[in-house]
């Protein structure tokens, strides 16, 4: 059972570039979440989807897009990457909202 | 922007002792999480808690929600190595379906 998969795993971009991370969860979730996460924050939501076909902005959304592709997929795209987006980022669903968040390993970002 | 805050934020004690983990924040929370997150992982989640007052007590590990909802501590009796990790406090607020997450508390049992 792989739970959530997110890739890549690593990835070095150049200011400007963009990229798009993938995700996708095999337990039939409804809700899925991105997070971005540095040092003494905690993880700060950027976008969640609470069902197909639906999105919206979480704490920190700016300079970020979102597709919820299907039930299992979100994926989160960097349209120009900067040094400040360098991060870990998680992807995460839940089978409705306000109950237990499965996590994938996360992408850890940096830019350069 | 509701905001909560853990401390402390670094934790480094000897294997058998006792510690506690603070959540708080100033707003009500309708439920709030326990996560620990290794280093290269995700968080995962160890409890939920729901009504003010509440303990819930997983092993060695025991969690309290605050009567009024706001806050949260988690209690780790004879610490050991396995323990060491990142700490996240997590919390829904009312009238709302995402998560806020705290700081975090990173502890470190040492041998």
């Known amino acids: 059972n792989a739970g959530v998969t997110q890739t890549p795993k690593f990835q070095v971009l150049k200011t400007g570039q963009s990229m798009t991370l993938q995700c996708a969860q095999d337990?039939?979730?409804?809700?899925m979440y991105w997070y971005r996460q540095d040092p003494g924050m905690g993880l700060r939501l950027i976008y969640y989807s609470a069902s197909e076909g639906t999105t919206d902005k979480g704490e920190v959304p700016n300079g970020y897009n979102v597709s919820r592709l299907n039930k299992r997929e979100f994926s989160l795209r960097l349209e120009s990457a900067a040094p400040s987006q360098t991060s870990v980022y998680f992807c995460?669903?839940?089978?409705?909202?306000?109950?237990?968040?499965?996590f994938g390993q996360g992408t850890r970002l940096t830019v350069v | 922007t509701q905001l909560l805050e853990q401390s402390p934020q670094f934790l480094s004690i000897q294997e058998g002792e006792n510690l506690t983990v603070y959540c708080n924040s100033s707003?009500?929370?309708?439920?709030l999480q326990w996560y620990r997150q290794e280093p290269g992982e995700g968080p995962v989640l160890l409890v939920t808690?729901?009504?003010?007052?509440e303990v819930k007590k997983l092993k060695r590990l025991t969690f309290q929600f605050g009567d009024a909802r706001k806050d949260s501590s988690l209690h780790i009796t004879a610490a050991q190595p396995g323990d060491t990790g990142l700490y996240l406090c997590?919390?829904?607020?009312?009238?709302?379906?995402?998560?806020?997450f705290g700081t975090g508390t990173r502890l470190k049992v040492l041998a």
């Open positions: 808690v729901v009504t003010g007052g």
């Open positions: 707003s009500v929370f309708s439920s």
């Open positions: 997590a919390g829904a607020g009312s009238g709302t379906y995402k998560y806020i």
């Open positions: 995460a669903s839940s089978d409705t909202d306000n109950t237990e968040a499965f």
């Open positions: 337990m039939n979730h409804n809700s």
